[in-house]
């Protein structure tokens, strides 16, 4: 299958700041792409998904944005907090494969 | 509480040997998967099986080996054909054979001494 990537591999931000973690992927046949937290030493954690039909979804404090016509995937945190630092993975699924694909990862990191 | 358990959270490997690790989920979710993490890396997928005694190779299954006698349970061998072994393992489950929404134990951290 084809690979997702991220743009950025490390982004710095301060605290209160807003943080925009991008993904790009080149499936055209992608139809759901989630997003993945990662803290230190941990497993993945699920933060919030979206599926091909929707350009934008609301969880709280993140926000994704899924532009079909450039094949980009956005991830945003509202007043990012220290407990946000962490690397998160972007990851896609087509409809014929039901096997989600990874990105690299974006680390994030939120100065006090 | 309802979860997937990894255990060891570290291992060594001799050369030659075989190791197990051992993933566990209480969550009666049908789908599992072990995930292959390298420093700075993605996620690579080595094997998954979406039901019970069927398993499927991943992207990178050469070097392991895995079994699924049981719902709950999805162990990884890395054989001493894998002449690459340390890196972070991670063992993921889903509700059903559509992989959304994977939720992951907290890793097997193995090391060759």
């Known amino acids: 299958g084809e690979n997702v990537g991220l743009h950025l591999p490390t982004l710095s931000v301060q605290e209160g700041d807003n943080s925009i973690i991008n993904c790009a992927y080149s499936?055209?046949?992608?139809?759901?792409f989630i997003w993945y937290k990662q803290e230190s030493g941990k497993g993945p954690q699920f933060i919030i998904d979206i599926r091909s039909n929707m350009d934008k979804r609301q969880g709280q404090r993140v926000t994704v944005l899924l532009n079909k016509t450039v094949k980009h995937l956005s991830l945003q945190i509202a007043a990012t907090q220290p407990g946000d630092s962490a690397v998160y993975f972007c990851a896609d699924i087509s409809g014929g494969s039901y096997i989600p694909t990874f990105g690299r990862g974006t680390s994030l990191i939120v100065h006090p | 509480d309802g979860g997937i358990t990894q255990s060891p959270k570290y291992l060594f490997r001799k050369e030659g040997q075989n190791v197990t690790l051992s993933c566990e989920q209480n969550l009666n979710h049908d789908a599992m998967y072990w995930y292959r993490q390298d420093p700075g890396q993605g996620l690579r997928l080595i094997y998954y099986s979406q039901i019970v005694n069927d398993f499927q190779k991943g992207d990178i299954a050469e070097g392991y080996s895995v079994s699924r006698e049981k719902k709950e349970s999805f162990p990884l061998t890395v054989t001493s054909a894998q002449k690459n072994p340390t890196a972070f393992y991670l063992c993921?489950?889903?509700?059903?054979?559509?992989?959304?929404?994977?939720?992951f134990g907290s890793g097997t951290q193995l090391s060759v001494l």
């Open positions: 499936n055209s046949a992608s139809d759901y």
């Open positions: 993921a489950s889903s509700i059903d054979p559509i992989g959304e929404k994977l939720f």
